[in-house]
Structures are given as C-alpha cells and as structure tokens.
C-alpha cells in the first residue's frame, strides 16, 4: 500500500473526527484528497505528531485519530512511555511505517533496524500491525471504543507520490478552523 491509499482510507475511516497528521510528505499528500477543519496538519512540527494528539484526545470526549510517521515518532520516542502513562481511550495512533524519511530524500529511518512496534509493546502499550488496507480498516474499527488508547503500525511501501504541490497553508488558520471543529 502506498502512503496516499493509506490516507484515503484513513480519511474516510475518520470522518469528522480530529486527525492530527504528521509533517513533510503526510501532509501535502493528505491536503492533496482532503482538506478539513477536523484535520490538524503539524506541517513542520516532526516528532510532535502523537504528543498533539495525545493533548488532543485528553480533552475531547471522541475516538482521535493520530497519523504519524516512523521517522516522526522515532524523532520524540520519549512520547511513549507518557503514552502508556496518560494514553486516553478515546485515541488510536497509526504509524506509516515505510522504514524511511521518504519526505527528506528518501533517507532511512532507524525503523529499518529497530522494531519500533515491539518497543511499543514492550511498554505494555496495546499495538497492532498490518500492511493493507483491509487489515488497517479492521484493526482500527475494532478498536474504537476500546478500553485503552490504541497504536496500529501500518507497513508502507518506500517513496513519495509525485506530483504532489506544496501544501502552503496558513498554521493559525488550521488551528483556529481546528479548535472550532472540536469545539462545536
Ligand atoms: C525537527 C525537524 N527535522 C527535520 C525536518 C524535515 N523533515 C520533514 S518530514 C521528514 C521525514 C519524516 O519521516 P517520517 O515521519 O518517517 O515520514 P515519511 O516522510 O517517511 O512518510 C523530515 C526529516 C523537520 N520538519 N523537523
Ligand atoms: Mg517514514
């Protein structure tokens, strides 16, 4: 599965439920199919993806959708521990995980040699990990409603979709729009 059908699953899955989606490619591939006040795009905020959402999700009552990447959330690792700590029913946390910086030429990642999903659940987090979209759509509807917040490591395929513009939104804007969609 490339990163794009990814996004437009999960933007269907989500709906008009909060989604905070990471930086770099993620983004502009995501504004490309959707845009929404319900999404929160960290445009360059890498490693801040989960820590938003887990801010998100502590103070509304809904599922939250995190949309991270391997190399976001490798970038501020220390979020979960705090996760298994604070980590809110109401919040599933999906992790791209194409082994790579794929927005930063293609770079990798460490998760090409660290298993991140098993450091995850080393930390007694509840994790999940598939590579389709069928398993994806599964995984993350059976854990809505959930007793505890969820983490669902997705396999991506390598590289970017091409042809994708620059995604040059205004921040206070998407974060006002955003603050409105969780406050109605
Ligand atoms: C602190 C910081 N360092 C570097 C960048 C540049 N940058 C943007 S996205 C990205 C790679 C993100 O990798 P990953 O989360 O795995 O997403 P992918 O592009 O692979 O889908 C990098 C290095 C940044 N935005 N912020
Ligand atoms: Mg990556």
Same mark, same amino acid.
């Given at each position: 599965?490339?990163?794009?059908?990814?996004?437009?699953?999960?933007?269907?899955?989500?709906?008009?439920?909060?989604?905070?989606?990471?930086?770099?490619?993620?983004?502009?591939?995501?504004?490309?199919?959707?845009?929404?006040?319900?999404?929160?795009?960290?445009?360059?905020?890498?490693?801040?993806?989960?820590?938003?959402?887990?801010?998100?999700?502590?103070?509304?009552?809904?599922?939250?959708?995190?949309?991270?990447?391997?190399?976001?959330?490798?970038?501020?690792?220390?979020?979960?521990?705090?996760?298994?700590?604070?980590?809110?029913?109401?919040?599933?946390?999906?992790? !791209?995980?194409? *082994? #790579?910086?794929? %927005? &930063? @030429?293609? /770079?990798? $990642?460490?998760?090409?040699?660290?298993?991140? +999903?098993?450091?995850?659940?080393?930390?007694? !987090?509840?994790? *999940? #990990?598939?590579? %389709? &979209? @069928?398993? /994806?759509? $599964?995984?993350?509807?059976?854990?809505?409603? +959930?007793?505890?917040?969820?983490?669902?490591?997705?396999?991506?395929?390598?590289?970017?979709?091409?042809?994708?513009?620059?995604?040059?939104?205004?921040?206070?804007?998407?974060?006002?729009?955003?603050?409105?969609?969780?406050?109605?």
């Amino acid at each position: 599965m490339k990163r794009i059908e990814a996004l437009e699953v999960l933007d269907q899955i989500f709906g008009n439920d909060p989604l905070i989606i990471t930086c770099g490619a993620t983004a502009r591939e995501m504004a490309s199919i959707s845009q929404k006040k319900s999404h929160l795009p960290l445009l360059d905020s890498m490693g801040l993806t989960t820590p938003v959402g887990l801010g998100v999700a502590l103070g509304v009552k809904g599922r939250v959708g995190v949309i991270d990447g391997d190399g976001s959330l490798l970038m501020g690792f220390s979020i979960l521990p705090t996760l298994k700590a604070y980590g809110p029913k109401n919040l599933i946390v999906i992790v !791209l995980d194409n *082994g #790579q910086h794929a %927005s &930063a @030429d293609l /770079m990798l $990642s460490q998760a090409s040699d660290v298993d991140i +999903a098993g450091a995850a659940k080393g930390l007694g !987090l509840w994790v *999940g #990990q598939c590579d %389709s &979209a @069928d398993e /994806m759509k $599964s995984l993350i509807a059976s854990r809505t409603g +959930a007793d505890e917040i969820s983490m669902i490591f997705v396999k991506i395929e390598k590289g970017n979709t091409p042809g994708i513009p620059f995604y040059l939104a205004n921040p206070p804007k998407l974060s006002a729009d955003f603050v409105e969609s969780i406050s109605s």
